[in-house]
């Protein structure tokens, strides 16, 4: 398919006993990192009052003076020095995202001014990605076209063949020029990257703001340094597994519980053609699929085409682009697809190094054989994909150490904000976020569908709540709902927020 299906994806020293090869969680400031310095922004990622540097780190954090590898920073200072608070840490998602231009992109989207004078707003590539020092899986156009999303298994026959070029992929993987990184690109080696860069800012806490697979980087950095954490906003929350095998076939219920949405406005707009019923839409759904795993259409398979409707459901803005899209499938129009992002193949090889390293994949077949029997009949739009083998089932290098279990232990600083129907991040895996966080987190549910809330989901009662929060260090007593608010979300039809559709790397990535 000639569009990136990777954006359709398009990811403790206090609380996790130290295990022989694991990293304690004060062994990431234990080297004192050298000042930044900062200056003019690299081409593509210059901005306004943006100033940009790189972060020496350690490759291995059990070996602080060893190998190092850089980690380049973005800055969008407060013009109040007066009323600056610290400084404010950001990650749009992932993984695989570049985060050196988000702190303009927060702002260019609405977050209030007094944010934005309590804070030093701070970006960064993670390590393996853009600007810091990257890796590869040398990617070829045509794998890169393919993406992150397994083939729609209709049968078992259909995993096997699947498992080839999982394979394929992460042999590739484990033979590139930057197979070195690959244990030590984690979401725990970021994390600590984050402490150092904390450190190098002189700063004695941070806080931080991520979204999507950055709701794990911040769950992550807060539980191995939960003393570190100054107000921990996480918005459109993974599990407490991150992307593992759970929330990988959690995608298959997001578009279920998003797919409703889309319907109420196809059915409203007659002149797609599409149906004016659920029933007639979700008909007109399987239709067009079986149409194009039949006979692919300008390269999209069926696959694609439900890869790209999963991606377009990311932001009620981009509904009209869908319908279209479906409708230019059913009459055989040209099919109105972006060009995908230049650095595909690096997005693409950073969230396979992260995602495959972070946790413990099912290494047989039959497992994902299994999976697949059961979602595809639970979640038929999605589940024969999501469900499927992918290159972490074959990852040619295991973790330098276990996974981090995220619990209750530390002060109660982190707000979480959730929208019902997210496609990308559901509503069940924030759920298990804030059981596992307990008395830590309070948490903001909002009653709309999308990806991401804060600033530019557009509901007062969510946004009011993340800026007094970042502002005044005041939560909702106990956790909250906020009702919709038709008028103030970007309704169908209308252009989204920057930011708000699909961050890159993430699912839509």
Not at 73 to 80: I, Q, W
Not at 380 to 385: A, H, N, R, T, V
Not at 411 to 425: A, H, K, W, Y
Request: net charge positive; glycine share 12%.
């Amino acid at each position: 398919m000639r569009r990136s299906l990777s954006l359709a994806l398009g990811a403790a020293a206090l609380t996790l006993t130290v295990l022989p090869g694991s990293v304690s969680a004060t062994a990431a400031a234990t080297t004192a990192p050298g000042a930044l310095r900062w200056g003019p922004c690299p081409e593509g990622a210059a901005a306004p009052r943006l100033e940009c540097s790189t972060l020496e780190v350690p490759l291995d954090y059990r070996d602080p003076h060893g190998r190092r590898i850089d980690v380049a920073v973005s800055r969008l200072a407060s013009e109040k020095p007066s009323q600056r608070r610290g400084v404010l840490l950001t990650n749009p998602g992932g993984p695989g995202g570049s985060g050196l231009v988000y702190p303009a992109v927060l702002a260019a989207s609405g977050l209030p001014q007094k944010v934005l004078d309590s804070y030093d707003i701070i970006g960064f590539d993670p390590r393996g990605v853009g600007r810091s020092t990257p890796v590869t899986c040398d990617l070829t156009k045509e794998q890169q076209w393919r993406g992150n999303f397994p083939k729609y298994a209709h049968t078992a026959s259909d995993v096997t063949r699947e498992a080839g070029y999982a394979r394929r992929i992460a042999g590739q993987c484990g033979d590139a020029r930057t197979a070195w990184m690959l244990p030590h690109t984690t979401t725990a080696n970021t994390a600590r990257d984050m402490d150092r860069l904390r450190g190098a800012l002189g700063e004695p806490k941070l806080s931080y703001l991520g979204a999507s697979y950055g709701s794990y980087l911040g769950a992550v950095y807060t539980t191995l340094f939960p003393r570190h954490g100054d107000r921990i906003v996480l918005d459109s929350n993974l599990g407490p597994g991150g992307y593992d095998v759970t929330a990988m076939r959690s995608f298959a219920r997001g578009l279920e519980d998003r797919f409703p949405d889309f319907v109420t406005f196809a059915a409203a707009h007659p002149e797609y053609g599409l149906g004016s019923t659920p029933k007639q839409l979700t008909a007109t759904f399987h239709e067009l699929v079986a149409r194009l795993d039949a006979k692919p259409v300008q390269g999209v398979n069926g696959t694609g085409f439900r890869a790209f409707t999963f991606e377009q459901l990311y932001a009620d803005g981009s509904m009209p682009q869908l319908a279209k899209f479906w409708q230019a499938v059913d009459t055989g129009g040209e099919l109105p697809l972006p060009k995908p992002p230049a650095d595909l193949e690096n997005l693409m090889a950073a969230r396979f190094a992260v995602v495959c390293a972070d946790t413990r994949w099912p290494r047989t077949v039959r497992d994902y054989q299994r999976n697949v029997a059961v979602d595809r009949l639970r979640y038929p739009m999605l589940g024969g994909s999501t469900a499927s083998i992918n290159p972490c089932a074959y990852w040619p290098r295991e973790s330098a150490e276990p996974p981090v279990r995220i619990t209750g232990r530390g002060p109660s600083n982190v707000l979480m904000m959730q929208n019902e129907r997210d496609p990308g991040t559901p509503l069940a895996g924030a759920r298990e976020l804030r059981r596992a966080f307990g008395g830590r987190a309070t948490m903001v549910t909002v009653d709309q569908g999308g990806h991401g809330v804060y600033p530019y989901g557009g509901n007062t009662c969510a946004n009011d709540a993340a800026t007094t929060f970042l502002t005044s260090g005041e939560r909702p007593a106990r956790d909250l709902a906020c009702a919709a608010e038709p008028g103030e979300a970007a309704r169908p039809g209308e252009a989204a927020r920057p930011g708000q559709a699909a961050r890159p790397g993430e699912p839509s990535k």
